[in-house]
C-alpha cells in the first residue's frame, strides 16, 4: 500500500496526468489543486487507472482545492467532501460518517471551513485512519531551517496541538493516538524538508521546511509501516512530495463512490466526449501530410467549395504588394486563403494548424488589416534609438556592488520593518539563504544604499 502526499501548487500548471500516473501511489492525495469545477478538465479528472475525488473552494476562484486519486485497485468504500459532514448529499449516500465532536464549531463555521476545499475523506477497507496532506505546520526545531528560539518555536498553538495529537515512544501514556511514519523511520534525520520558498531560490540551498505528513494510526503504524520518504527531486511545486508504504494490501470496493468524477454529468461517458476530435470526412477528400515542414509533400483537398454568392473570407483580406511581413500573426490572416469546409468545423481547425506550420513566417502580405503583433513589431524597431537616446540623458542608476565572497553582484532590497529605517534600501548577496558552511547559499554581505540608488 503505496501513500502519497503532494500539495502541488496548481494542477494544471503541475504535474498533469502523466505526471501522478509516474509516482505511482495506490492513493495519491494533492493540495492546493486550484481548481474549481468549471475549471476541471477532462484528462485532469480522469487518469487512467484511477479514480478521483475533489473538494473545491466554493468561495475563491483558483484558490486552495484538495483531490485524492484512488488506484482502480484501491477503489474506496465512500468518499464525501470536507470534515464536517454538511457537504454530503443527502439521499445520494457515499458518506464516510465519524465527524468526532463538533460541538466546538457553530455550522456556520463549519460550513465556511468545509467550503474552503480542503479536505476529501474516503474509505477503504483496512479499519485503521491515515491522515495525510500540508498541514501548514513544521512540528519539531529539526523540520525547519530557522527554528529560532526553541521556547517560542514549541509554544506555537499548531505545535502544541500537533505535540498532543502525535504518539512519541516513552511519551505520556494515553497520549497520541498518531505517528508520523516520516520520523517514525527517520528520527534524528536533518535538512528532511518539504517546501521551499521560491522567490529566494532557497529550494537550491534545501534551505526548507517540513510541512507535509502522512500520519497513520499507532496500531497501523507500529506494525504495517516499511517505508516512509520525502522526494525533493521531483519538481513542478514549492513542495515536493512525500509518501509511506504499508505492508496491508487494499480490497478495493465493486462500485465508485457517488463523488467521484466519473460520476459528474460533464465526464460521465467519455467516450461521447471523444467525438469532439473526430472529423467527419466526405468521400474523396483526402488527406496526407508528414510532419510540420512537409512542404511539397502536402496535400489538402477539400470536399466542398462555399455555395455561389457566398463570399470568400479571402475578399476581407486582399492583398497588396510590398507591405509588412514578418512574426507569426500572420498566420491567422493566412487562413482566409482558405475556403472553409463548411460541414466539419474540426477539419477546419486541423487545417488551419497545417497551415500555419507549413507557411511559418512566409505570409502572404496583407492591406488594411496589421495585426497587433505586427505593430509591436514596428514598435521595437524604434524603441531600440529610442531607448539608446534616454540612455545619454538618464544614465540611470550605477550597478549594484558585488559581494566579497562571491564576488557576484548583489541584489537591492527594502526595509519593510516599522522603524527608523523603513523604506531605506540596502544591498544584500544576491544567492540564496541556505546553511553558512554552503557556498551555494548567501553570504553576509550588507551595504546601505547611497541615495542616489534608492
Ligand atoms: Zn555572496
Same mark, same amino acid.
Not at 28 to 52: F, H, K, W
Not at 56 to 65: A, K, L, Q
Not at 309 to 333: C, E, H, I, K, V
Given at each position: 500500500?503505496?501513500?502519497?502526499?503532494?500539495? &502541488?501548487?496548481?494542477?494544471?500548471?503541475?504535474?498533469?496526468?502523466?505526471?501522478?500516473?509516474?509516482?505511482?501511489?495506490?492513493? $495519491?492525495? #494533492?493540495?492546493?489543486?486550484?481548481?474549481?469545477?468549471?475549471?476541471?478538465?477532462?484528462?485532469?479528472?480522469? &487518469?487512467?487507472?484511477?479514480?478521483?475525488?475533489?473538494?473545491?473552494?466554493?468561495?475563491?476562484?483558483?484558490?486552495?482545492?484538495?483531490?485524492?486519486?484512488?488506484?482502480?485497485?484501491? @477503489?474506496? #468504500?465512500?468518499?464525501?467532501?470536507?470534515?464536517?459532514?454538511?457537504?454530503?448529499?443527502?439521499?445520494?449516500?457515499?458518506?464516510?460518517?465519524?465527524?468526532?465532536?463538533?460541538?466546538?464549531?457553530?455550522? =456556520?463555521?463549519?460550513?465556511?471551513?468545509?467550503?474552503?476545499?480542503?479536505?476529501?475523506?474516503?474509505?477503504?477497507?483496512?479499519?485503521? &485512519?491515515?491522515?495525510?496532506?500540508?498541514?501548514?505546520?513544521?512540528?519539531? *526545531? $529539526?523540520?525547519?531551517? !530557522?527554528?529560532?528560539?526553541?521556547?517560542?518555536?514549541?509554544?506555537?498553538?499548531?505545535? %502544541?496541538?500537533?505535540?498532543?495529537?502525535?504518539?512519541?515512544?516513552?511519551?505520556?501514556?494515553?497520549?497520541?493516538?498518531?505517528?508520523?511514519?516520516?520520523?517514525?523511520?527517520?528520527?534524528?534525520?536533518?535538512?528532511?524538508?518539504?517546501?521551499?520558498?521560491?522567490?529566494?531560490?532557497?529550494?537550491?540551498?534545501?534551505?526548507? @521546511?517540513?510541512?507535509?505528513?502522512?500520519?497513520?494510526?499507532?496500531?497501523?503504524?507500529?506494525?504495517?509501516? %516499511?517505508?516512509? %520518504?520525502?522526494?525533493?527531486?521531483?519538481?513542478?511545486?514549492?513542495?515536493?512530495?512525500?509518501?509511506?508504504? #504499508?505492508?496491508?494490501?487494499?480490497?478495493?470496493?465493486?462500485?465508485?463512490?457517488?463523488?467521484?468524477?466519473?460520476?459528474?454529468?460533464?465526464?460521465?461517458?467519455?467516450?461521447?466526449?471523444?467525438?469532439?476530435?473526430?472529423?467527419?470526412?466526405?468521400?474523396?477528400?483526402?488527406?496526407?501530410?508528414?510532419? +510540420?515542414?512537409?512542404?511539397?509533400?502536402?496535400?489538402?483537398?477539400?470536399?466542398?467549395?462555399?455555395?455561389?454568392?457566398?463570399?470568400? #473570407?479571402?475578399?476581407?483580406?486582399?492583398?497588396?504588394?510590398?507591405?509588412?511581413?514578418?512574426?507569426?500573426?500572420?498566420? +491567422?490572416?493566412?487562413?482566409?486563403?482558405?475556403?472553409?469546409?463548411?460541414?466539419?468545423?474540426?477539419?477546419?481547425?486541423?487545417?488551419?494548424?497545417?497551415?500555419?506550420?507549413?507557411?511559418?513566417?512566409?505570409? !502572404?502580405?496583407?492591406?488594411?488589416?496589421?495585426?497587433?503583433?505586427?505593430?509591436?513589431?514596428?514598435?521595437?524597431?524604434?524603441?531600440?534609438?529610442?531607448?539608446?537616446?534616454?540612455?545619454?540623458?538618464?544614465?540611470?542608476?550605477?550597478?549594484?556592488?558585488?559581494?566579497?565572497?562571491? %564576488? =557576484?553582484?548583489?541584489?537591492?532590497?527594502?526595509?519593510?520593518? *516599522?522603524?527608523?529605517?523603513?523604506?531605506?534600501?540596502?544591498? &544584500?548577496?544576491?544567492?540564496?539563504?541556505?546553511?553558512?558552511?554552503?557556498?551555494?547559499?548567501?553570504?553576509?554581505?550588507?551595504?546601505?544604499?547611497?541615495?542616489?540608488?534608492?
Amino acid at each position: 500500500m503505496r501513500l502519497l502526499s503532494w500539495n &502541488v501548487a496548481g494542477l494544471r500548471a503541475g504535474p498533469g496526468p502523466a505526471g501522478l500516473g509516474a509516482l505511482g501511489g495506490d492513493v $495519491i492525495c #494533492l493540495q492546493e489543486t486550484r481548481v474549481t469545477r468549471d475549471l476541471l478538465e477532462e484528462p485532469l479528472a480522469m &487518469v487512467d487507472g484511477y479514480n478521483s475525488y475533489f473538494s473545491f473552494c466554493r468561495t475563491r476562484s483558483g484558490y486552495s482545492g484538495v483531490a485524492t486519486f484512488c488506484k482502480d485497485s484501491a @477503489t474506496p #468504500l465512500a468518499a464525501e467532501e470536507g470534515l464536517s459532514g454538511l457537504l454530503a448529499q443527502p439521499g445520494k449516500g457515499g458518506a464516510v460518517g465519524c465527524y468526532g465532536d463538533l460541538g466546538a464549531f457553530t455550522p =456556520q463555521e463549519l460550513k465556511a471551513l468545509d467550503s474552503e476545499g480542503r479536505a476529501v475523506i474516503t474509505h477503504h477497507r483496512i479499519r485503521h &485512519v491515515v491522515i495525510l496532506g500540508d498541514i501548514n505546520t513544521s512540528h519539531r *526545531p $529539526i523540520d525547519h531551517c !530557522e527554528p529560532g528560539d526553541p521556547e517560542a518555536f514549541r509554544e506555537h498553538p499548531g505545535r %502544541r496541538w500537533l505535540d498532543g495529537f502525535l504518539w512519541v515512544q516513552d511519551g505520556p501514556p494515553g497520549q497520541g493516538l498518531f505517528i508520523d511514519t516520516f520520523r517514525l523511520l527517520h528520527p534524528s534525520q536533518p535538512y528532511a524538508f518539504t517546501c521551499w520558498r521560491i522567490d529566494t531560490g532557497a529550494r537550491l540551498t534545501n534551505h526548507g @521546511t517540513r510541512l507535509d505528513y502522512i500520519l497513520a494510526d499507532r496500531a497501523l503504524a507500529l506494525a504495517e509501516l %516499511r517505508d516512509a %520518504r520525502i522526494l525533493p527531486e521531483v519538481p513542478g511545486s514549492d513542495h515536493c512530495p512525500v509518501l509511506a508504504e #504499508l505492508a496491508a494490501t487494499f480490497l478495493p470496493a465493486h462500485h465508485c463512490p457517488p463523488l467521484c468524477t466519473r460520476h459528474m454529468p460533464e465526464f460521465a461517458g467519455t467516450q461521447q466526449k471523444l467525438s469532439r476530435f473526430l472529423v467527419r470526412v466526405e468521400r474523396g477528400a483526402s488527406m496526407t501530410c508528414q510532419g +510540420a515542414g512537409a512542404g511539397r509533400g502536402c496535400s489538402i483537398r477539400r470536399g466542398r467549395r462555399p455555395p455561389r454568392g457566398q463570399r470568400d #473570407l479571402l475578399s476581407y483580406f486582399r492583398a497588396a504588394q510590398g507591405q509588412l511581413r514578418t512574426g507569426t500573426a500572420p498566420n +491567422a490572416l493566412g487562413q482566409s486563403r482558405q475556403e472553409p469546409a463548411q460541414d466539419a468545423p474540426g477539419h477546419r481547425t486541423q487545417e488551419m494548424a497545417h497551415d500555419a506550420a507549413r507557411q511559418g513566417g512566409q505570409q !502572404e502580405p496583407c492591406n488594411g488589416l496589421v495585426p497587433r503583433e505586427l505593430m509591436m513589431g514596428q514598435a521595437v524597431g524604434t524603441q531600440a534609438s529610442c531607448t539608446a537616446h534616454w540612455r545619454t540623458v538618464l544614465p540611470g542608476p550605477a550597478p549594484p556592488p558585488c559581494c566579497l565572497a562571491h %564576488r =557576484q553582484p548583489c541584489a537591492l532590497r527594502t526595509v519593510r520593518k *516599522p522603524g527608523p529605517n523603513r523604506g531605506r534600501r540596502f544591498y &544584500v548577496c544576491a544567492l540564496p539563504p541556505g546553511r553558512p558552511s554552503d557556498p551555494r547559499a548567501c553570504c553576509d554581505f550588507f551595504r546601505w544604499a547611497s541615495k542616489g540608488c534608492s
